[in-house]
């Protein structure tokens, strides 16, 4: 089943071309991995995909739903009440974790399925523990944002969008704001995920990581794709823009 | 006049007190959640709503509170008798009942403006990644903004709300310009029938320890909300 479809999406920053003609496909239980240098407009693809950002023109699909059409060359998107109910389907994991300071650690994972879905607290909370148990965060609850570390941080973040039972989940750069240490403590999370066959999209520099995690790459640079394939690509890149950008990696 | 002794002129002061707190608690009991509104409407998507309210508070923040007392006082009349000239009708508007009213819709109108910008500062200072947060888990607009930034705004400006909330108390002997019956008036008459200084020196004392109490009160809400950073 195929869950998240872009086709020829443009987006541009005033004269910056940041995207241009980009078509993505993800299916069920698929790991893509987005990678390049910055400003390659990996971030920017990402923010349009979870509608933080308007594209300008293409397609965006989810389940076949359509969140943004094509029409005489310009993006439309859909009702906003079709949004929210499309907005249901994926997660995003922020390279800065965005959690809400002001909210214990089982609030900011209950809240939004409690307010947003309607759904049971008990059951809520019931979910919430577990999620917390996956991540090792079992008696934090109570803990408020600043008094965890970075890495705990973001697995609360991974938990909050994992408790709205999303269909995907987006990653930008989760570990970039990472000490070495804490980046392995959210790589082995992704990692159980992916073995769970979540689906996902991760914007990532930690090129090793995508290349065991990822059933797809895509190399991205100047708003273009311009290397897509099995993660071997990584090892063996065949474009020159990708061998060029991989050799800073190979240190 | 007889001479009053120093604890008749405390007693007489004391007698002002009630209206002085009267101006101050109801001026914030209204102009802390009209600022709100004003802040909203100065980021209000219509650009008239963002232009009126703009210069609503420039006007109250570039011309004397005591001025703008006078206005609110004076201008009803004073308008209405412009109208009945003009248009050839008779008709006058004037303050009737206590001068209490007045005082305190001059006093509201004011400090809304500046709790205005205060709260605006805040809500520009919460990060655009609380919003997206927010957003991606399809909370919508209103609740984004009751749920996620107000607390959040609440806590940050809580040090300049004091300051304003400080200003105020000392404000409230602007009333004495209307002609009203607060601590400080009652002070001045004494101080000029007594040719004395020393009713002065009590007001002085009385705003001091008002503002000491406002200070620790607000300390006080300051500590609850640092159970987050």
């Known amino acids: ?251 | 006049m007889a001479k009053m002794s120093l604890g008749t002129m405390i007693l007489k002061m004391s007698e002002g007190l009630g209206t002085t707190c009267g101006i101050f608690f109801l001026t914030l009991l209204f102009s802390l959640p009209l600022g709100l509104v004003v802040t909203l409407l100065r980021r209000s998507r219509l650009g008239v709503v963002r232009g009126i309210t703009k210069v609503y508070i420039s006007i109250m923040r570039g011309t004397p509170l005591m001025l703008q007392l006078m206005v609110v006082y004076y201008g009803p009349f004073y308008l209405s008798k412009w109208i009945s000239k003009t248009f050839d009708v008779t008709f006058r508007l004037r303050w009737s009942g206590d001068v209490l009213v007045p005082i305190i819709i001059g006093f509201v109108l004011n400090y809304a403006a500046y709790f205005a910008e205060i709260y605006r500062s805040g809500i520009e200072s919460i990060p655009a990644g609380q919003y997206e947060a927010a957003q991606v888990l399809g909370y919508s607009r209103p609740q984004t903004f009751l749920r996620i930034v107000l607390p959040q705004v609440v806590k940050r400006v809580l040090p300049s709300v004091t300051n304003e909330v400080i200003t105020l108390v000392k404000d409230t002997s602007l009333a004495f310009t209307l002609g009203c019956m607060e601590m400080f008036t009652l002070g001045k008459s004494i101080a000029n029938s007594q040719s004395k200084f020393t009713p002065f020196v009590i007001a002085g004392v009385f705003y001091y320890v008002f503002n000491a109490l406002v200070a620790f009160v607000m300390a006080r809400l300051e500590r609850r909300l640092n159970y987050y950073r």
């Open chain 1, 1 to 251: 089943m195929r869950i998240l479809e872009i086709n020829h999406c443009r987006k541009r920053f005033g004269e910056n071309q940041v995207l241009n003609d980009i078509s993505l496909s993800v299916e069920e239980g698929q790991v893509v991995s987005i990678i390049g240098p910055s400003g390659s407009g990996k971030s920017t693809l990402l923010r349009c995909a979870t509608l933080l950002e308007t594209m300008d023109g293409g397609e965006l699909k989810y389940l076949d739903r359509a969140a943004v059409r094509e029409e005489n060359g310009r993006a439309v998107y859909a009702p906003p009440a079709e949004l929210k109910k499309i907005r249901q389907c994926f997660g995003l994991v922020f390279q800065n974790f965005n959690l809400f300071p002001h909210y214990s650690v089982l609030r900011n994972i209950t809240e939004a399925p409690i307010l947003v879905q309607k759904r049971k607290k008990e059951e809520v909370y019931a979910q919430a523990k577990e999620l917390l148990k996956k991540m090792g965060l079992s008696g934090r609850e109570d803990a408020y944002p600043y008094q965890l570390s970075g890495g705990q941080q973001q697995r609360v973040s991974i938990a909050r969008a994992l408790a709205m039972q999303p269909k995907m989940l987006f990653f930008d750069e989760p570990t970039s704001a990472l000490d070495p240490e804490l980046t392995g403590e959210i790589l082995k999370v992704i990692r159980d995920l992916a073995a769970e066959k979540m689906t996902m999209v991760i914007v990532t520099h930690e090129m090793s990581f995508a290349r065991d995690v990822s059933d797809q790459v895509v190399f991205m640079d100047g708003g273009v794709i311009v290397e897509q394939g099995a993660p071997e690509i990584i090892s063996n890149p065949t474009q020159e823009r990708t061998i060029r950008f991989l050799k800073n990696f190979a240190r």
